[in-house]
């Protein structure tokens, strides 16, 4: 029974710190004059910054998916302050950073950023080369939200130090409207480095008012891609087929039940390709003939009664599976086609999430509680050097947001979570069990003026992996963690002019981790990085996003030596300025620039500024009518870069061409 010490010292600092501030709150409204600013009708620019919520969490929509045109999640999220890409503009040999935390330049990922797809989690844990957090088309999703830190991860899972990536499959009625008959939507995307190409092709049929089916099927093709000196990047290549077949069916009074149904399929199959999907040639391993097959199939059902504010029900459960086979090439290994080059790996993990949506009050003070039960399974086939076993844990969460009176907000929350995990072969076949109790508090006070100040900590512990058991120490030491964060946030409308909006939130964090197990020859990590987000829109269309961040972060060895953490996010800036004509255009410039960094295997890399440029056409009158025309140029001044963590130099200059239409 280990975490237990730290877990009941947790809940009873949650505990006091929350009676504190409930406390203090009435103290604090004492200075405040009547007049709550309430909700403000914001402009359009391209993203909102999340004001409302203590939480650090970047939210992409339909409209902005849309307009990125990109060719993977990992790209299309690259925009979100705290996030760096490894290499990212291919499904593999790509991955997601989160603070430091996640992929890097060896291992697809460390387990400590947590992929969510309709509710499934999805994703390897640390397979040598060839692991893959994310494997999917943007195209089959609606929205991406992004959470970064710990503080709001606690109702998806544990050991989330980096973050939570969710994702939402579009719905039929999303282009229905709700009403009946049948939609089709054709997208088709060209792109010049690279010579890429992309199809999407929706279905979405409305037969009655309550029930609704989608079928969406993706193509995506790329060749490998040139960098602005004109150099091939090999192994950038790749071809992935994706489809997503949804239903969704409502009944009983006001619609109160709904059940939905999905399935979302992606694959590729390469012939003669490096088995270092990070690197550019064969190098020591050769190459192999490498086929990966994600699927996640996703039930769930749905209860909310009208009248009734206790009840908010979700039932969901789910079946996720990565499989890679690959087969070694002898004519390209010079060392022969040792097992780990030729083996096969499979993940599948199952669950089922219990969880309850309450709004009550206990006195003035409201409560909006989301609660639940979560079981779930990870199997792992076994591999040389990678073993196979069982990953079987169940959860008890429980998150309050509790707005004490109108400009007060407080939420604790809290998760237990019990682990058997066992192997399947000798020698790695020995049982364990852990459990572990995890939670954190963040604080926000809104001001009538429109200032808000925020506050959080949280602190989590990342059970032990399948990966690990050929480790005894590792499988009875889960690695801990604790985040610290602190910031403000301003909103105000009709600021310089009549309709106009502005929204300001700066964010600074700490994160501490201990008992390290992920990475070798690391007792300790801890990061230290402030985050900034605005956006500001004019009623004459001009809009302005912009968001940064700057982090340093510090890794002690067991023997007490400390060096620079490479993994920490590079200090960055994103600038878009753009402005809109009416409905029918839309164009923006944006400008991506970082500071010179060490990258990974201590290569030092040079600063870089790379400007885009965006343009969406609606004809609004015509035989175009309905039709969207997107235009794009990446790297307009084709200049030759390297982000910190990618082990390719990036794509020179290349132009994007997107239409699409909707019958």
Request: proline share 3%; aromatic share 10%.
């Amino acid at each position: 029974m280990r975490g237990h010490g730290l877990g009941w010292n947790l809940l009873g600092t949650v505990s006091s710190l929350s009676l504190m501030i409930v406390n203090a709150a009435p103290l604090m409204a004492q200075d405040v004059d009547e007049g709550f600013l309430g909700v403000i009708e914001l402009g359009d620019s391209k993203r909102e910054v999340q004001v409302g919520t203590a939480t650090a969490v970047t939210v992409i929509n339909q409209e902005e998916i849309d307009d990125r045109q990109a060719g993977t999640i990992a790209e299309l999220i690259d925009s979100v302050p705290g996030v760096t890409l490894v290499n990212g503009n291919t499904p593999q040999g790509s991955g997601i950073n989160i603070r430091g935390f996640g992929a890097n330049g060896t291992y697809g990922t460390d387990a400590k950023v947590l992929v969510v797809v309709d509710g499934a989690t999805t994703g390897a844990e640390e397979l040598y080369r060839i692991g893959n957090q994310l494997f999917t088309d943007p195209e089959l999703y609606s929205e991406v939200s992004v959470i970064r830190g710990t503080v709001g991860s606690f109702e998806f899972g544990s050991g989330v130090v980096g973050g939570v990536v969710q994702l939402e499959t579009k719905n039929a009625s999303d282009f229905t409207g709700g009403e009946i008959g049948v939609r089709l939507r054709q997208v088709l995307e060209a792109t010049s480095n690279g010579a890429g190409f992309a199809s999407s092709t929706i279905a979405a049929w409305q037969p009655t008012d309550n029930l609704e089916f989608l079928f969406n099927y993706t193509v995506r093709d790329q060749d490998d891609y040139k960098t602005a000196d004109g150099t091939v990047v090999t192994n950038s290549k790749f071809r992935m087929p994706s489809y997503l077949v949804k239903g969704r069916y409502t009944f009983g009074d006001d619609n109160a039940h709904a059940i939905t149904l999905s399935y979302n399929d992606s694959t590729t199959d390469e012939k003669d390709v490096p088995y270092d999907t990070f690197g550019t040639t064969g190098g020591s391993f050769g190459n192999v003939d490498r086929k990966t097959h994600s699927k996640i199939a996703v039930l769930q059902y749905d209860y909310n009664p009208s009248g009734n504010d206790l009840i908010d029900l979700s039932v969901n459960l789910s079946r996720s599976e990565q499989a890679i086979d690959q087969t070694c090439l002898p004519a390209t290994a010079p060392h022969g086609c040792f097992s780990v080059v030729d083996a096969d790996h499979n993940y599948e993990t199952t669950k089922l999430t219990i969880k309850n949506t309450a709004y009550f009050l206990t006195g003035s003070v409201e409560h909006n509680l989301r609660a639940g039960i979560e079981f779930s399974q990870r199997d792992r086939l076994d591999a040389p050097s990678a073993p196979g076993g069982s990953d079987k844990r169940l959860a008890l969460f429980a998150v309050d947001e509790i707005l004490v009176n109108q400009n007060l907000t407080l939420t604790p929350a809290l998760r237990y979570e019990t682990q058997d995990i066992k192997g399947d072969t000798a020698p790695n076949n020995a049982s364990y069990s852990n459990d572990a109790l995890m939670g954190g508090l963040s604080a926000r006070y809104e001001f009538d003026s429109g200032f808000a100040v925020f506050a959080s900590a949280a602190y989590t512990e990342m059970m032990p992996i399948i990966d690990d058991l050929g480790t005894p120490l590792f499988m009875t030491q889960p690695e801990k963690s604790r985040t610290y964060e602190g910031g403000v946030s301003y909103t105000q409308g009709d600021l310089f002019s009549t309709g106009d909006a502005l929204q300001v939130k700066a964010n600074i964090y700490q994160t501490y981790v201990w008992d390290v197990t992920s990475y070798s020859n690391v007792a300790n990590i801890d990061v230290k990085g402030i985050e900034l987000e605005a956006s500001y829109s004019h009623a004459s269309g001009f809009y302005a996003d912009f968001n940064a961040t700057s982090a340093d972060g510090t890794s002690t060895t067991n023997a007490g030596v400390d060096s620079k953490w490479i993994y920490a996010p590079e200090t960055s800036a994103r600038l878009t300025l753009g402005k809109r004509f009416g409905e029918a255009l839309d164009v923006s410039w944006e400008l991506v620039a970082a500071q010179s960094t060490t990258g990974v295997g201590n290569i030092a890399l040079a600063g870089y500024g790379v400007n885009n440029l965006r343009a969406t056409y609606r004809p609004q009158s015509g035989a175009f009518k309905g039709a969207e025309f997107r235009f794009g140029v990446e790297n307009i001044l084709d200049a030759t870069y390297q982000s910190q963590l990618s082990t390719r130099v990036a794509p020179g200059r290349n132009f994007k061409l997107t239409m699409a239409k909707t019958f």
